[in-house]
């Protein structure tokens, strides 16, 4: 497998210099930003907790990489800013849902003006693992108005490419066991009090989830991804389309 | 937007705004003195924010790592924690709940940094306006004498630096303080501020604030002895 890469760098030694495109914001964007100047590109990987995520950003990375692209990952609750108070608030669930909703806005928002869009001013593939849709659907399902999230958000830039892993809750749970050795409270949505049973909790959580996404995705298009594919035809499918995006 | 007795709260709402150095906190202060002393269930939201909320707008401030929009959403965030633990629980067990500032400072303030004002006040929407708001409109040169007079160390956001409106902090915070007043005005018929004249004497602008609070309040209601019926 490995060799094979490497034969096909060999093979194509010339990189694809992506064209700049127009850009736009969701909303009204963040104040300062001039968008013709954005020359990268940004990618958004998203999923529930073991639909493959992280295993998939990696190897894009390295391919992406040997093809001459630069790139810089962000995620959530990585901010300079608030990602330890972030923490923190969750280890002990003690922020009401707008609070903790505003708490991860702020996180956001800072990895958008620090790394994502100088990333992609210097010209670099972005690769987001999730972006605002889950945090968007996490509130969803806490009851957290849509129009008021769509305001909220609307400082996002929208990316060029959006994947949904999507795998069924009663496969994600056998992933997170055998990963994990246990599920997450908070994604199993413990916080909801759907049920005090963790595995049943989890099922219906997820589900919920699941069809907030479906919903999302009438207004933002992501590109849904069958997960329970084998990584390697996954991957596959997102470089294909993220062939296309870099040659258009 | 609707106010709190719109919504069929127990409990009344009453803030103040106004520029530092306008005299809100005084009157306002003066306000719950005459309160207590009628033996009504007033309270003073003198905000402490939660450990966690307070850390990171301190780490942003004095590490200068806020942006108009990171500024923004970390002081909605303070406000929101304040606001589900605080405010809503105190007025759902009717009392009289006195602010100094409210959603409005947010509405200046972050207008000012370049934030648009309706993603400001869309993201303040989960928040139920006063009852009342009492807006002490002091001259620009007034309020800016008041503040600097003690030549204060103005901090680095409190003075707008942020903004690059001068490199002199005192320079930069006039600039600032005046942009944040035209703010005020502008928003002030939208929200039915009470206007008050802030020059006038204390006592003059208090017996205003009283006569205005007992004709819009029920303040009969808000005994310490009653019990609210929920």
């Known amino acids: ?248 | 937007m609707k106010t709190f007795a719109e919504l069929g709260f127990p409990g009344r709402l009453i803030a103040v705004e106004g520029l530092d150095g306008s005299g809100k906190s005084t009157q306002i202060y003066l306000l719950k003195r005459w309160l207590e002393l009628q033996g009504l269930k007033v309270f003073f939201s003198e905000w402490n924010s939660s450990t966690l909320v307070k850390n990171a707008t301190s780490k942003g401030k004095k590490r200068e790592l806020l942006s108009p929009t990171t500024f923004s959403l970390i002081h909605a965030t303070d406000f929101a924690d304040r606001y589900e633990r605080q405010l809503v629980p105190l007025l759902r067990a009717g009392y009289i709940v006195l602010c100094d500032r409210y959603i409005f400072t947010a509405f200046a303030r972050d207008t000012v940094r370049g934030c648009p004002a309706e993603w400001v006040r869309g993201i303040y929407n989960f928040a139920a306006l006063p009852d009342l708001v009492f807006f002490f409109k002091a001259s620009l040169e007034t309020s800016l004498q008041r503040i600097l007079d003690g030549r204060p160390q103005l901090k680095y956001f409190e003075a707008g630096m942020d903004l690059r409106l001068s490199t002199d902090p005192y320079e930069s915070f006039r600039i600032f303080q005046g942009r944040i007043l035209e703010q005020y005005l502008a928003m002030s018929a939208d929200f039915k501020f009470l206007v008050m004249d802030a020059n006038q004497p204390i006592e003059a602008q208090q017996n205003i604030v009283r006569d205005l609070v007992a004709a819009k309040v029920d303040l009969a209601k808000f005994a310490l002895n009653k019990t609210v019926q929920s």
Request: include cysteine.
């Open chain 1, 1 to 248: 497998m490995k060799n094979a890469r490497h034969l096909a760098a060999k093979k194509n030694r010339r990189c694809i210099v992506p064209r700049n495109k127009p850009r736009r914001f969701y909303g009204q964007g963040v104040p300062g930003v001039d968008l013709t100047k954005l020359a990268g590109k940004l990618i958004v990987v998203e999923g529930a907790d073991g639909s493959g995520r992280s295993t998939q950003i990696a190897r894009l990375v390295e391919w992406l990489e040997g093809s001459g692209h630069a790139t810089v990952q962000v995620g959530l609750k990585r901010s300079t800013l608030v990602s330890e108070e972030l923490d923190q608030a969750q280890q002990g669930n003690i922020l009401s849902r707008t609070t903790l909703s505003l708490f991860y806005a702020t996180d956001f928002a800072d990895q958008l003006e620090n790394i994502i869009l100088p990333g992609l001013r210097a010209g670099f593939m972005v690769l987001a693992d999730r972006y605002i849709y889950t945090l968007m659907v996490r509130d969803m399902v806490r009851g957290i108005d849509l129009a008021w999230l769509k305001n909220l958000y609307g400082i996002a830039l929208v990316p060029d490419a959006v994947f949904y892993l999507n795998v069924p809750p009663e496969e994600l749970v056998l992933r997170n066991f055998s990963k994990n050795h246990s599920l997450d409270f908070w994604e199993s949505g413990m916080d909801l009090g759907l049920s005090r049973d963790m595995f049943d909790s989890f099922l219906q959580y997820q589900a919920r989830v699941a069809l907030k996404f479906k919903e999302l995705q009438g207004t933002y298009g992501f590109t849904m991804v069958d997960g329970r594919q084998s990584p390697e035809e996954i991957n596959g499918e997102l470089r294909r389309r993220i062939e296309s995006v870099l040659e258009a």
